[in-house]
């Protein structure tokens, strides 16, 4: 029977990012954030306890303490962990991330029993988590929220770093022609497909793994990313150079910490992208940009 470890990091709002981001190269399968009583934000991750889980909880202490040394987290910031069996581990995540509407259209939902949705939302169904991706997390929501506003019927549609492939599925129930949806990691790619099963639009959605853009060709109408700001800055440069946006397409970008907006924003219009809007929430960012 495999066991689960939930890893609770509790840091400042400032350094939530970074720690989302140890916690997904650590390999936890959904992250989910929450606030504390006194303004910490408290990150969780759910992480197999494979062989290999000495050597990772390790590293990520590792990670932390350097991060500490440099001033890049506050000295306040703890690690705790709690192991879960198999069968119980979706529990604790389902009681952090309960069925959410987001915006006029979306409801999300982690289990496969049926939900109560009144409004006649689209569903989107996940079990199989990958980083970022279940839409409580503030970043895929304005992503989610954003995607709802544009046309995507009959519209080619590309998600870079599908994660769990709710931006790609999303897109898929919307009516675009064709979804393509990359991620570098291999886990990911496997939770994102059993996603777009769960959800009857596998054959709508190209499944590539891809670092960025380096197996992409093409363009697209709507290009959505959800990266971390080293990431998006690196994507911005090769939207530009391979000319994957259409004309007249949009790209739809979070992950983005309001420190990290510092130094996106100015990039993207040095390269010459006109931000059609931006959005604020929890600290991070979401924009909506062309090719100016």
């Given at each position: 029977?495999v066991?689960?470890?939930?890893?609770?990091?509790?840091?400042?709002?400032?350094?939530?990012?970074?720690?989302?981001?140890?916690?997904?190269?650590?390999?936890?399968?959904?992250?989910?954030?929450?606030?504390?009583?006194?303004?910490?934000?408290?990150?969780?991750?759910?992480?197999?306890?494979t062989?290999?889980v000495?050597e990772?909880?390790?590293?990520?202490?590792e990670q932390?303490?350097f991060?500490?040394?440099?001033?890049?987290?506050?000295?306040?910031?703890?690690?705790?962990?709690?192991?879960?069996?198999?069968?119980a581990?979706?529990?604790?995540?389902?009681?952090v991330?309960?069925?959410?509407?987001i915006?006029?259209?979306?409801?999300?939902?982690?289990?496969?029993?049926?939900?109560?949705?009144?409004?006649?939302?689209?569903?989107?169904?996940?079990?199989s988590?990958?980083?970022?991706?279940?839409?409580?997390h503030?970043?895929?929501?304005?992503?989610l929220?954003?995607?709802?506003?544009?046309?995507v019927?009959?519209?080619?549609?590309?998600?870079?770093?599908?994660?769990?492939?709710?931006?790609?599925?999303a897109?898929a129930?919307?009516?675009?022609?064709e979804?393509?949806?990359?991620d570098?990691?291999?886990?990911?790619?496997?939770?994102?497909?059993?996603?777009?099963t769960?959800?009857?639009?596998i054959?709508f959605?190209?499944?590539?793994k891809?670092?960025?853009?380096?197996?992409?060709?093409?363009q697209?109408?709507?290009?959505?990313?959800?990266?971390?700001?080293?990431?998006?800055?690196?994507?911005?440069?090769?939207?530009?150079?391979r000319?994957?946006?259409?004309?007249?397409?949009?790209?739809?970008?979070?992950?983005?910490?309001?420190?990290?907006?510092?130094?996106?924003?100015?990039?993207?219009?040095?390269?010459?992208?006109?931000?059609?809007?931006?959005r604020?929430?929890?600290?991070?960012?979401?924009?909506?940009?062309?090719?100016?």
């Amino acid at each position: 029977m495999v066991t689960w470890l939930a890893i609770e990091v509790v840091t400042s709002l400032q350094g939530a990012e970074q720690v989302h981001g140890l916690l997904d190269a650590l390999g936890c399968l959904g992250t989910a954030q929450t606030f504390e009583p006194d303004g910490a934000v408290r990150v969780v991750g759910y992480l197999p306890a494979t062989e290999d889980v000495t050597e990772k909880l390790v590293w990520l202490q590792e990670q932390i303490d350097f991060a500490i040394a440099h001033d890049w987290l506050p000295k306040s910031t703890s690690v705790t962990t709690r192991t879960l069996e198999a069968e119980a581990w979706e529990a604790p995540l389902r009681k952090v991330l309960p069925p959410l509407s987001i915006g006029n259209r979306f409801l999300v939902v982690l289990t496969d029993e049926p939900a109560d949705n009144p409004e006649h939302r689209i569903v989107l169904r996940l079990r199989s988590l990958g980083g970022f991706g279940t839409g409580h997390h503030p970043t895929t929501r304005m992503c989610l929220e954003f995607l709802e506003q544009c046309q995507v019927s009959g519209k080619q549609v590309l998600d870079v770093g599908t994660g769990s492939g709710i931006l790609a599925i999303a897109s898929a129930k919307l009516g675009a022609r064709e979804v393509v949806a990359t991620d570098i990691d291999d886990a990911a790619l496997d939770a994102a497909q059993e996603n777009a099963t769960r959800n009857g639009c596998i054959d709508f959605i190209r499944f590539v793994k891809s670092d960025l853009l380096r197996q992409v060709s093409g363009q697209f109408d709507i290009v959505l990313s959800n990266l971390l700001t080293p990431l998006i800055k690196d994507l911005a440069w090769q939207i530009k150079s391979r000319q994957v946006l259409a004309p007249e397409g949009l790209w739809i970008g979070s992950g983005v910490s309001v420190e990290g907006w510092k130094e996106v924003k100015p990039l993207l219009l040095k390269l010459g992208y006109r931000l059609v809007e931006e959005r604020e929430l929890a600290g991070w960012v979401a924009f909506v940009a062309t090719q100016g």
